[in-house]
């Protein structure tokens, strides 16, 4: 088999060191937030497990369900779905649901009686950032009727949540306002007869600021990843690492223009090597301009604009070889670029960068860094959500190589069909 062009490498050593970082900060109340295809790491369940995660969060009952038929046995909770989203396999599937407004909670109490099943979900307010969960004013209301559900037997409340939105900055006053509001809310719960038991406020950012302390369980996407929205720790470590190789290589004579629009022009005799990668590859055209990559140890500027499929690396006095290596970021511990610094010279987010990076299967190939010994997994700890029947991910799943495109979905074996 061919390598290919380009690679995505995925540290499973820096990713289970983060999981037990984040644990310990977490009080040992750990979700694994894995949307988004794990934050454009792949298949990372049985390694965040194995590290410490209690539970999994996900967006979608899709991403939910995929990961039940990966034989994922651990807690999930989805929670974001709209209406007409499969509800009644998530029931079925054991899956906990977020619940942010009246439609939802109607809709979920009709799939979990269609399934014969009492629908555990999470009551989802609104503490202050103006998108997903019940605003305020609305939550009175959804409680109650929430209580005259669960008094069917369709639902149980299990959980109330919030999201804030300043908490990488743990000094904005937002934060006293939305603790208050979610404190109230879980008073609102109470004295509509509801008996939450998961009272979950911290994400990364507020877990490692201390914003959202005093809840749990903690829900961790970006800090399993090496990512600190809050800029203020330097102990978590980038899981990733992007290469790419050398398609063609020439002397270009002072005065040369490179790319689209000619936005750079060889100042003098220089060398250009052509990578074939691009935006289409998650490079942010942004960046153009900005860039550089590790070139035999030292940076070298990616000079042009971005193509869709190729960028040009100007190597100065040094012509490359065709097939050569060229490192575009990674954990910066041999001088190579970071996932920060393409986010600073993209003016964006670093988990834009993580997320973006390898849409087409035929270039980009993920693998799992094993080289250093497992953590073995904690004892003594309970799970935070309800625990279906299937057995927990095997670790011989996270030492495989796949492509980057998703597996295809299998039928779920016999323990989870019987659930």
């Known amino acids: 088999m061919r390598s290919p062009a380009s690679e995505l490498v995925v540290h499973e050593d820096a990713l289970r060191e983060n999981t037990a970082r984040m644990r310990a900060l977490s009080g040992g109340r750990l979700m694994a937030v894995l949307k988004a295809d794990a934050f454009g790491h792949g298949d990372v369940a049985a390694a965040v497990l194995e590290a410490g995660a209690e539970s999994i969060g996900v967006t979608s009952i899709d991403e939910a369900l ?54 555990r979900v999470h009551l989802h307010i ?60 879980i008073r609102t719960a109470r004295r509509r007869a509801l008996r939450p038991h998961l009272l979950h406020l911290a994400a990364t950012a507020a877990t490692i600021t201390g914003a959202g302390a005093g809840y749990g369980p903690h829900r961790i996407g970006a800090g399993l990843f090496g990512i600190d929205p809050s800029r203020t720790t330097d102990v978590l470590r980038s899981a990733l690492t992007l290469t790419s190789t050398v398609v063609s290589s020439r002397e270009a004579p002072a005065g040369t223009g490179v790319g689209y629009g000619h936005d750079f022009v060889t100042p003098e005799r220089t060398h250009l090597a052509l990578l074939s990668l691009g935006y289409a590859d998650g490079l942010p055209r942004a960046a153009s301009g900005q860039a550089e990559v590790l070139v035999r140890g030292e940076r070298r500027p990616l000079v042009g604009r971005f193509s869709m499929d190729m960028v040009v690396v100007d190597t100065g006095g040094v012509l ?36 973006a990076v390898g849409s087409r299967t035929s270039r980009i190939r993920r693998t799992l860094d094993t080289s250093t010994p497992r953590t073995p997994a904690p004892s003594g700890e309970t799970a935070c959500l309800s625990t279906p029947a299937a057995g927990s991910p095997s670790s011989e799943a996270a030492r495989t190589t796949s492509t980057r495109s998703p597996s295809p979905r299998r039928p779920p074996s016999r323990a989870l069909s019987a659930r």
């Open 320 to 355: 490359l070889r065709p097939g050569e290596r060229v490192t575009v970021f990674g954990p910066g511990r041999d001088g190579e670029p970071t996932v920060a610094e393409w986010a600073a010279w993209s003016h964006t987010i670093e988990h834009e960068i993580v997320t």
């Open 126 to 185: 609104d503490v202050g950032t103006g998108r997903d969960g019940c605003p305020p004013r609305d939550w009175a209301t959804l409680c109650a009727l929430a209580r005259e559900q669960e008094a069917a037997g369709a639902i149980r409340v299990v959980g109330v949540m919030g999201h804030m939105s300043c908490a990488d900055d743990p000094l904005n006053g937002q934060n006293v306002r939305e603790r208050l509001v979610f404190e109230n809310a």
């Open 66 to 119: 995929a990961l039940r038929q990966a034989d994922v046995g651990a807690p999930i909770l989805s929670w974001l779905n709209a209406p007409g989203a499969d509800f009644e396999t998530a029931v079925r599937e054991g899956i906990d649901l977020a619940v942010p407004g009246l439609e939802l909670l109607f809709e979920i109490a009709r799939a979990a009686r269609a399934a014969g099943a009492t629908a």
